[in-house]
């Protein structure tokens, strides 16, 4: 009976953490992420912190490792670290939830703690395979616009909760729950996104060519090519040309190497403003990822340099540490990118843009940055092309779609070989381009100014009540002690429960009510 029953708990373990992993793109199934969180809620209901943790983190490890199945090409041992790590996130949220029905109240503020821990720690956080990018093109997702993606993601758990309270025939807690989750949601729909200034015609460029490769085995000089014979589909008249993220590889600054001058006469013969990735070489151990306008005349405009490098991918933290750990075979890049410092914003003829370089589109903050800076539209220049499978490059998108709802911005990614995408401020994908194709997207977009509440509030409202939430929740369940757990805790309670209180038959069973004469 004690195994049957730890494997029952197993299972349950798996399905609810399954379940928030196909939730997520590619995959997409976001009403699954509500009944997981349903399934999870029930596994901590009445269990010790040991066991909550326990279970938590084998949600977290379910749920977080299938979602990210695409690390295990570039570093298996790194996949299973990060799983690992990951959810131990959760399941730390599972402990600190409280084990009574007053964890209904904590488990929104554990989780979204959680989260937006792995948001930012370590090295500046990997929000990968997020409750939020789930949501992306679901009605919930319009919540971004007042909470920004972390609401989203708590509301996602109210939501479950909800769930898990109908399934115990808790009715009023239930209606409460889903309530919020529709009530928040509507005011998401309604509140204030900005207004549009004019209209911008735009080309985003996608050159093609094989997915899965590496810069040391690709023909740097023929990926540029690529580029610059697709922009030959081009039709004039156009405001804003579009490049992907590093297309461009040079040695040096590069206004001094002839892919400046051909950039430059592209730009002259559309009479557009071209805005262009590139990479240079700085010294042996350094390089810079930057986004790099050309004007109309042939100039060269402003730069912005990517501020949130990639982890192993653009940098290697304890670089001294980790390359005598990993050893030569591990495949570390050899030269760390310089951070840059600036405004994500780049100025120019054609309108001001909040830039995004690939990676960053993940971090909430950056979009604002760049629209708190002046910017009308998102651009968001990425290169997924060395990436296995499409899980990196859909998750890509559905952020692209919360950076756009939050901002109350049209956004415009391009991608050397997919997915490029075209997002409305409601986060409505409108196009997106096939892996490995070749290929232009020519249309005209709204330039948009002023604040959502999201821009100008950010995240921070939304972590202090998830603190609240947490905190409220330990505070009614020590205030009605075991009373409101499920049958099975009052029956066998934890052993502070034992050491606080004697069972009592009676009719109704075990009474939290009655103190022991021996105890406290």
Not at 164 to 171: G, I, L, P, Y
Not at 266 to 275: G, N, Y
Not at 364 to 387: I, M
């Amino acid at each position: 009976m004690r195994w049957r029953s730890r494997l029952l708990v197993l299972a349950r373990c798996l399905l609810a953490g399954l379940c928030l992993a196909a939730s997520v793109p590619p995959w997409g199934w976001w009403p699954l992420a509500f009944v997981g969180v349903a399934l999870w809620d029930q596994l901590i209901a009445g269990t010790p912190w040991k066991a909550r943790f326990r279970r938590s983190w084998l949600v977290g490890a379910t749920w977080l490792l299938p979602a990210t199945a695409w690390m295990i090409d570039l570093t298996a041992p790194g996949y299973v670290i990060a799983g690992v790590v990951f959810a131990a996130y959760f399941g730390v949220a599972g402990a600190l939830t409280p084990p009574g029905r007053a964890r209904w109240i904590a488990l929104p503020g554990a989780i979204v703690l959680a989260e937006i821990a792995r948001w930012t720690f370590p090295f500046g956080g990997v929000p990968l395979a997020t409750l939020a990018m789930g949501q992306a093109a679901a009605p919930v997702a319009q919540a971004a616009r007042i909470g920004t993606a972390i609401l989203v993601s708590g509301l996602v758990v109210v939501g479950g909760v909800a769930l898990s309270a109908a399934w115990e025939r808790r009715w009023r807690a239930a209606g409460v729950a889903l309530a919020v989750v529709v009530g928040v949601t509507a005011v998401g729909g309604v509140a204030p996104k900005g207004h549009d200034v004019g209209p911008l015609t735009y080309a985003i460029v996608q050159g093609g060519g094989p997915q899965r490769t590496r810069a040391a085995n690709t023909d740097e000089r023929e990926v540029f090519l690529r580029h610059l014979r697709a922009s030959n589909q081009i039709t004039t008249p156009v405001d804003l040309v579009l490049w992907p993220e590093n297309v461009i590889s040079v040695e040096g600054a590069l206004a001094n190497n002839r892919e400046s001058r051909e950039l430059s006469a592209l730009a002259q013969r559309l009479d557009s403003t071209l805005i262009v990735g590139a990479t240079e070489g700085v010294d042996e151990f350094h390089f810079t990822n930057a986004a790099i306008a050309f004007l109309p005349d042939g100039a060269m405009g402003e730069r912005y340099d990517k501020v949130r490098r990639v982890p192993f991918g653009e940098y290697v933290p304890m670089r001294g540490l980790i390359e005598r750990l990993a050893g030569s075979g591990a495949g570390l890049p050899q030269r760390d990118a310089i951070p840059g410092t600036d405004p994500a914003v780049l100025h120019t003829p054609a309108g001001t843009f909040a830039v995004m370089i690939s990676w960053e589109v993940f971090f909430t903050n950056r979009a604002r940055d760049g629209v708190l800076h002046g910017g009308e539209v998102l651009l968001n220049p990425t290169n997924g092309s060395s990436y296995w499978l499409t899980q990196v490059q859909t998750q890509q998108v559905a952020s692209s779609r919360l950076r756009s709802i939050e901002t109350g911005r049209w956004t415009l990614q391009a991608a050397p070989t997919g997915f490029s995408a075209v997002v409305d401020p409601d986060g409505n994908l409108l196009d997106r381009s096939a892996v490995s194709e070749e290929r232009v997207f020519q249309g005209t977009v709204q330039k948009r100014q002023g604040s959502t509440i999201a821009t100008v509030a950010g995240p921070s409202p939304v972590v202090v009540l998830a603190l609240v939430a947490l905190a409220a929740g330990w505070w009614r369940q020590r205030r009605r002690g075991s009373a409101g757990c499920p049958a099975a805790f009052r029956q066998n309670p934890p052993t502070a429960a034992r050491w606080r209180f004697t069972p009592k038959r009676s009719r109704a069973g075990w009474d939290p009510r009655v103190r022991s004469r021996s105890g406290g």
